[in-house]
């Protein structure tokens, strides 16, 4: 099946650190991903039951999603042995120079039984044999082969490499993250580290030939963040966890990851203040703007009861990140189109479905 999906992969981006350097970053990278996840999953489950709500057409769509958040009816939402598994998906969006790769993402399953929440980071850089491409990527190819196929096939690897189905998926576009921090007026973030960036990129700008400099530097801007608390609107919190060209460690994917964390912070307390929890509105407002900005192919019903499971499970958040343990980063070759990529050290996946089913299990995986 993948096999018709193979295609050429992307070209090589140019990095800012030395080999050694990036490895390691790499995998802190992965470890603060799952953060960010669960700051989002939180945010998320606040959220969910709204855009379920709003879906209602009459009174009673209203009061039978309002039944289901209550009652989770497992008969309206589809699991295995008392779990659903969703795949998380976060993509760049416009603005983005690689918007339909999914560099985020995230096996994640929830308990029915005991209600807590069990989440596994899987590797951007996974190479795929029969795709010839990147995880990452697996998005982005399935949905230019048809409409709707990138959820499909980034399910259907995903259930390759872990062993377990995936009854759902939901893709995030961060991208809209600027009309959400907009809508709230603005969010307050503690920024843990500043960095100056002499080169990100104006948008419209990208084919200007700045009258023939060499160097093109019309095409950027300087951005600087002191450290410290400070209010953001959307704009300004856009190119905060954008920046990719900050002096030093600010320019690593480790550090962006960190600025997310630190932006999702903000919009999580925001959303959770008085100030909007008390103005159904603009929590409406909010809601229809998260709405759009997911893709997912959840039914409301199932939405409406996953809210619920995930609420319930905010204080059984359990994150774990696929690791070097399992993966082996191999030689640049032609075999892998000349990039960096993790294959399985056992050549084949056996030992990672064994460990991710150990933690559905509850054993002891390390």
Same mark, same amino acid.
């Given at each position: 099946?993948?096999?018709?999906?193979?295609?050429?992969?992307?070209?090589?981006?140019?990095?800012?650190?030395?080999?050694?350097?990036?490895?390691?970053?790499?995998?802190?990278?992965?470890?603060?991903?799952?953060?960010?996840?669960?700051?989002?999953?939180?945010?998320?489950? =606040?959220?969910?039951?709204?855009?379920?709500?709003?879906?209602?057409?009459?009174?009673?769509?209203?009061?039978?999603?309002?039944?289901?958040?209550?009652?989770?009816?497992?008969?309206?939402?589809?699991?295995?042995?008392?779990?659903?598994?969703?795949?998380?998906?976060?993509?760049?969006?416009?603005?983005?120079?690689a918007p339909e790769l999914t560099d985020? =993402?995230?096996?994640?399953?929830?308990?029915?039984?005991?209600?807590?929440?069990?989440?596994?980071?899987?590797?951007?850089?996974?190479?795929?044999?029969?795709?010839?491409?990147?995880?990452?990527?697996?998005?982005?190819?399935?949905?230019?082969?048809?409409?709707?196929?990138?959820?499909?096939?980034?399910?259907?690897?995903?259930?390759?490499?872990?062993?377990?189905?995936?009854?759902?998926? =939901?893709?995030?576009?961060?991208?809209?993250?600027?009309?959400?921090?907009? /809508?709230?007026?603005?969010?307050?973030?503690?920024?843990?580290?500043?960095?100056?960036?002499?080169?990100?990129?104006?948008?419209?700008?990208?084919?200007?030939?700045?009258?023939?400099?060499?160097?093109?530097?019309?095409?950027?801007?300087?951005v600087k963040f002191d450290s410290g608390?400070?209010?953001?609107?959307?704009?300004?919190?856009?190119?905060?966890?954008?920046?990719?060209?900050?002096?030093?460690?600010?320019?690593?994917?480790?550090?962006?990851?960190?600025?997310?964390?630190?932006?999702?912070?903000?919009?999580?307390?925001?959303?959770?203040?008085?100030? =909007?929890?008390?103005?159904?509105?603009?929590?409406?407002?909010?809601?229809?703007?998260?709405?759009?900005?997911?893709?997912?192919?959840?039914?409301?019903?199932?939405?409406?009861?996953?809210?619920?499971?995930?609420?319930?499970?905010?204080?059984?958040?359990?994150?774990?990140?696929?690791?070097?343990?399992?993966?082996?980063?191999?030689?640049?070759?032609?075999?892998?189109?000349?990039?960096?990529?993790?294959?399985?050290?056992?050549?084949?996946?056996?030992?990672?479905?064994?460990?991710?089913?150990?933690?559905? /299990?509850?054993?002891?995986?390390?």
């Open positions: 099946m993948l096999k018709a999906f193979r295609s050429k992969s992307f070209e090589k981006r140019k990095i800012a650190v030395s080999r050694i350097k990036r490895r390691f970053l790499k995998h802190v990278w992965l470890v603060r991903t799952s953060l960010i996840i669960v700051l989002f999953f939180l945010f998320y489950g =606040i959220s969910l039951l709204g855009i379920s709500l709003m879906k209602a057409t009459s009174l009673d769509r209203y009061a039978t999603l309002a039944y289901d958040f209550i009652v989770t009816p497992q008969s309206k939402i589809k699991s295995i042995n008392g779990r659903t598994n969703i795949l998380v998906l976060g993509k760049g969006g416009t603005g983005h120079d985020t =993402i995230i096996f994640a399953s929830v308990s029915h039984q005991h209600p807590s929440l069990t989440l596994v980071t899987l590797p951007r850089d996974i190479w795929l044999e029969d795709l010839q491409a990147k995880l990452n990527s697996a998005y982005y190819w399935g949905n230019k082969k048809e409409a709707g196929g990138g959820i499909v096939l980034a399910k259907s690897i995903v259930e390759e490499l872990t062993g377990q189905p995936v009854q759902y998926a =939901i893709v995030v576009d961060f991208s809209g993250f600027k009309k959400i921090v907009d /809508e709230m007026g603005g969010v307050e973030v503690d920024v843990k580290i500043g960095f100056v960036d002499n080169f990100y990129p104006m948008a419209g700008r990208e084919n200007d030939d700045c009258g023939g400099d060499p160097e093109f530097k019309c095409r950027y801007e300087t608390r400070q209010f953001m609107g959307g704009e300004t919190a856009l190119k905060f966890v954008r920046s990719r060209m900050a002096v030093g460690d600010e320019g690593t994917d480790f550090a962006r990851s960190v600025r997310q964390e630190e932006l999702l912070t903000a919009i999580k307390n925001k959303m959770m203040s008085s100030e =909007i929890l008390l103005h159904p509105s603009k929590f409406f407002r909010l809601v229809s703007l998260i709405n759009d900005n997911v893709e997912t192919d959840l039914s409301a019903n199932s939405e409406a009861i996953l809210a619920r499971r995930l609420l319930q499970s905010r204080k059984g958040i359990a994150s774990y990140t696929l690791t070097n343990n399992y993966l082996v980063n191999p030689l640049k070759s032609l075999e892998y189109d000349n990039l960096y990529v993790l294959i399985p050290k056992g050549g084949d996946w056996d030992e990672v479905r064994s460990w991710v089913s150990c933690f559905l /299990e509850g054993g002891n995986c390390n």
